[in-house]
C-alpha cells in the first residue's frame, strides 16, 4: 500500500519569512504522480502542481517552488515571503491504482500540514 | 465557470435518518469521485466512477451507496447515518481515471450526525 507522511502538522511563520512543507512517500509503483492541494480557511481543495516520478526537475511558480527527489522519496513545498493569504491546510497526494479494473486510480492523502501566517 | 458543485453544503441529521448528497461537474469529465475529510485526516476515498456507468469501492464505502445517474451527475447516500459519518464530503471529478490528472473538487459538504 502507498503512504503519504506529512510529518509537520502545524507551522506557524511571520509574515515575508520563506517556509518549507515537507512530503515523503512510498510506494512500489514505478511511475507516479504527486500532487500538492491547498485547502484555504473557506474549506474548498485548489489543486496546485502535479510531478511525474520521470521528471525530478524542480519547479517554480512565483513565490511557490517544488523539490522533488526521488532518491529521498520527498516532494517539498517552499513558500518564499510568506504571505497572510497563504494561510490553509496544504496537503500532498499520490497517485495509486486501485480496484481490479485496469486503469482505475485513486489519490493517498497526506495528513496535511496547517500553515499559518502571522502578519 | 462552476465546475464542480456540491449540495447541500451544510445539512444536520439525526442517527439513523437517510440522506442524499448530490454532485454536478459541468467540465466534461469522465470520472468522479467522493471522499470524506475528518479532523486531522486527510482525504479518504468512499467510492469512484471511472466512467459512466460504473462505481467501485475505495477505502471506506461501508454505510454509503453511489450513483452515476449521467456523465455529469455523482450522488453518494447515507442510507441510516451514524454519528460516525460525521465529516466533510468532498465531490471530485477528473478528465479520465488516469494516474496523471489532477482531480477537481467541489466546496464540500458539512454533515453532521447528531
Known amino acids: 500500500a502507498q503512504k503519504v507522511t506529512q510529518a509537520q502538522t502545524e507551522i506557524s511563520v511571520v509574515e515575508k519569512e520563506d517556509v518549507t512543507l515537507d512530503c515523503v512517500y512510498e510506494?512500489?509503483?514505478?511511475?507516479?504522480?504527486l500532487f500538492w492541494y491547498k485547502q484555504p480557511p473557506s474549506g474548498e481543495l485548489v489543486f496546485l502542481i502535479r510531478r511525474n516520478s520521470f521528471d525530478e526537475q524542480n519547479e517554480i511558480s512565483g513565490r511557490y517552488s517544488w523539490n522533488f527527489q526521488k532518491s529521498t522519496s520527498s516532494f517539498n513545498f517552499t513558500i518564499t515571503a510568506s504571505q497572510v493569504v497563504d494561510s490553509a491546510v496544504y496537503f500532498c497526494a499520490l497517485s495509486e491504482a486501485v480496484g481490479s479494473g485496469a486503469g482505475s486510480y485513486q489519490l493517498t492523502f497526506g495528513k496535511g500540514t496547517k500553515l499559518s501566517v502571522i502578519p | 465557470n462552476a465546475g464542480v458543485t456540491q449540495t447541500p453544503k451544510f445539512q444536520v441529521l439525526k442517527t439513523g435518518q437517510s440522506m442524499t448528497l448530490q454532485c454536478a461537474q459541468d467540465m466534461n469529465h469522465n470520472s468522479m469521485y467522493w471522499y470524506r475529510q475528518d479532523p486531522g485526516m486527510g482525504l479518504r476515498l468512499i467510492y469512484y466512477?471511472?466512467?459512466?456507468?460504473?462505481?467501485d469501492k475505495g477505502e471506506v464505502p461501508n454505510g454509503y451507496n453511489v450513483s452515476r445517474l449521467n456523465k455529469r451527475e455523482f450522488s453518494l447516500r447515507l442510507e441510516s447515518a451514524a454519528p460516525s459519518q460525521t465529516s466533510v464530503y468532498f465531490c471530485?471529478?477528473?478528465?479520465?481515471?488516469?494516474?496523471?490528472?489532477?482531480?477537481?473538487f467541489g466546496d464540500g459538504t458539512r454533515l453532521s450526525i447528531l
Open positions: 466512477s471511472a466512467s459512466e456507468g460504473t462505481t
Open positions: 471530485a471529478s477528473s478528465e479520465v481515471d488516469s494516474r496523471r490528472q489532477p482531480q477537481h
Open positions: 510506494t512500489r509503483d514505478t511511475t507516479y504522480y
